[in-house]
């Protein structure tokens, strides 16, 4: 059974960094990319960024609001994610679902999704 | 950035009603848009991936088509368990956005 299962979220002030996890069972971690996805609350989604798969080149795509304040990676050792936030502002506060991405040739959709956790910036 | 938009933004329907959500693209997709079902409280769940096809163990009363910006989900029959909120977005070239969501409930 593919589980993806987020940590890590919690109240934060801002301008504080937080570092969420992703880990995943159930299918091949190193073969898939790995998206996060976040949602404010009673708002829609939003991507945050991915992370390609090794044999894409193992590089990241950030959404403009969090680009140069979060990194994606990943240690397929592990089979584990990971989000790290700086600089935090209180527009970040969201659900973050991390998920799997559906690969065909090119991404599809995200095919497999966390509970998601919750991230709270204020002071 | 690729702009999604949806409509309508909400719709009231009954059990048994054939329902159409639309969404456009302000620029060509190629094909590559998906759908997702959100119930409250809930992480999304896949649906639709390129247009038009049903992902796995989704029931056939689901179905999307369009080409081009223009894109819809069909329920042909809705039950009670497909009330909830509907999102699309597009995979032509990051980010991923997506649309800001249509609502379906009674």
């Known amino acids: 059974e593919v589980q993806l299962v987020e940590s890590g979220g919690g109240l934060v002030q801002p301008g504080r960094s937080l570092r969420l996890s992703c880990a995943t069972s159930?299918?091949?971690?190193?073969?898939?990319?790995i998206s996060w996805v976040r949602q404010a609350p009673g708002k829609g989604l939003e991507c945050v960024g991915f992370i390609r798969s090794k044999a894409f080149g193992g590089t990241p795509e950030y959404a403009a609001s969090v680009q140069g304040r979060f990194t994606i990676s990943r240690d397929d050792s592990k089979s584990i994610a990971y989000l790290q936030m700086n600089s935090l502002k209180s527009q970040d506060t969201a659900v973050y679902y991390c998920?799997?991405?559906?690969?065909?040739?090119?991404?599809?959709?995200?095919?497999?999704w966390g509970q998601g956790t919750l991230v709270t910036v204020a002071s | 950035d690729i702009q999604m938009t949806q409509s309508p933004s909400s719709l009231s329907a009954s059990v048994g009603d054939r329902v159409t959500i639309t969404c456009r693209a302000s620029?060509?997709?190629?094909?590559?848009l998906a759908w997702y079902q959100q119930k409250p409280g809930k992480a999304p769940k896949l649906l639709i991936y390129r247009t038009s096809t049903l992902e796995s163990g989704v029931p056939s009363r689901f179905s999307g088509s369009g080409s081009g910006t223009d894109y819809t989900l069909t329920i042909s029959s809705l039950l009670p368990e497909d009330f909830a909120t509907y999102y699309c977005q597009h995979f032509y070239t990051y980010p991923f956005t997506f649309g800001p969501g249509t609502k379906v409930d009674i």
């Open positions: 998920n799997r991405v559906k690969w065909l040739a090119d991404p599809t959709g995200l095919d497999y």
């Open positions: 159930g299918f091949n971690f190193a073969g898939y990319a």
């Open positions: 620029q060509g997709i190629s094909n590559l």
